[in-house]
């Protein structure tokens, strides 16, 4: 009985099963593969968001144990994990573009990395590969859902940020305001 193997891609991938096509689209390691937008869209944002979150709780948890120094390298190292995973899907998004991944730092810069997200990518097989699957709707719905969970998430951090400065600034004008009374109270003395 002999199997068949399934065909392998320019970019060295295995594409004869949708299987085999998703599997090559969900590794970010494979920097000579395209990458579609609603995959760059949630990898980048869940990334982003796990590697950003483990660093820093992992750092605030040191720094509030007494490990100021390996507190801030935790910290560190969760932002170099961050950068590092969105230059690697930067490049893929850039060759499926058409363009080189040395182009990929320019995605550090929000409004770059925006047009990443917004162009669409070649029609059919570029000098990079062929074009990527498209996503699977158990891939689009988180790729919608995360970042407007994000931006809800900031919203909300925002507004008790704001209602915890108006109440500390509430306190210091009625400790101010008690002062000044208690200071105008006070017999003045003679010079």
Same mark, same amino acid.
């Given at each position: 009985?002999?199997?068949?193997?399934?065909?392998?891609?320019?970019?060295?991938?295995?594409?004869?099963?949708?299987?085999?096509?998703?599997?090559?689209?969900?590794?970010?390691?494979?920097?000579?593969?395209?990458? *579609?937008? %609603?995959?760059? @869209?949630?990898?980048?944002?869940?990334?982003?968001? $796990?590697? !950003?979150?483990?660093? +820093?709780? /992992? =750092?605030?948890?040191?720094?509030?144990?007494?490990?100021?120094?390996?507190?801030?390298?935790?910290?560190?190292?969760?932002?170099?994990?961050?950068?590092?995973?969105?230059?690697?899907?930067?490049?893929?998004?850039?060759?499926?573009?058409?363009?080189? *991944?040395? %182009?990929?730092? @320019?995605?550090?810069?929000?409004?770059?990395?925006? $047009?990443? !997200?917004?162009?669409? +990518?070649? /029609? =059919?097989?570029?000098?990079?590969?062929?074009?990527?699957?498209?996503?699977?709707?158990?891939?689009?719905?988180?790729?919608?859902?995360?970042?407007?969970?994000?931006?809800?998430?900031?919203?909300?951090?925002?507004?008790?940020?704001?209602?915890?400065?108006?109440? %500390?600034?509430?306190?210091?004008?009625?400790?101010?305001?008690?002062?000044?009374?208690?200071?105008?109270?006070?017999?003045?003395?003679?010079?």
């Amino acid at each position: 009985m002999e199997v068949a193997m399934p065909a392998r891609t320019a970019s060295g991938g295995s594409h004869a099963t949708p299987t085999g096509l998703l599997a090559s689209q969900a590794s970010a390691s494979a920097l000579t593969a395209r990458l *579609g937008r %609603a995959y760059y @869209l949630g990898f980048t944002t869940s990334g982003a968001m $796990l590697t !950003m979150a483990s660093g +820093g709780i /992992a =750092g605030y948890a040191l720094i509030e144990l007494g490990a100021e120094t390996p507190g801030l390298i935790a910290i560190a190292c969760g932002l170099l994990a961050t950068v590092a995973l969105l230059l690697l899907l930067a490049i893929r998004r850039c060759h499926d573009i058409g363009i080189t *991944g040395w %182009a990929a730092p @320019l995605a550090l810069i929000p409004p770059m990395s925006l $047009l990443l !997200m917004l162009v669409p +990518g070649t /029609a =059919g097989s570029n000098r990079f590969g062929p074009p990527p699957a498209p996503p699977r709707p158990s891939v689009a719905l988180p790729t919608i859902l995360l970042p407007v969970l994000a931006l809800a998430g900031c919203l909300v951090a925002d507004i008790a940020a704001f209602e915890n400065f108006n109440e %500390a600034r509430d306190r210091a004008d009625q400790a101010n305001a008690a002062r000044d009374r208690a200071a105008a109270a006070e017999p003045r003395a003679a010079l």
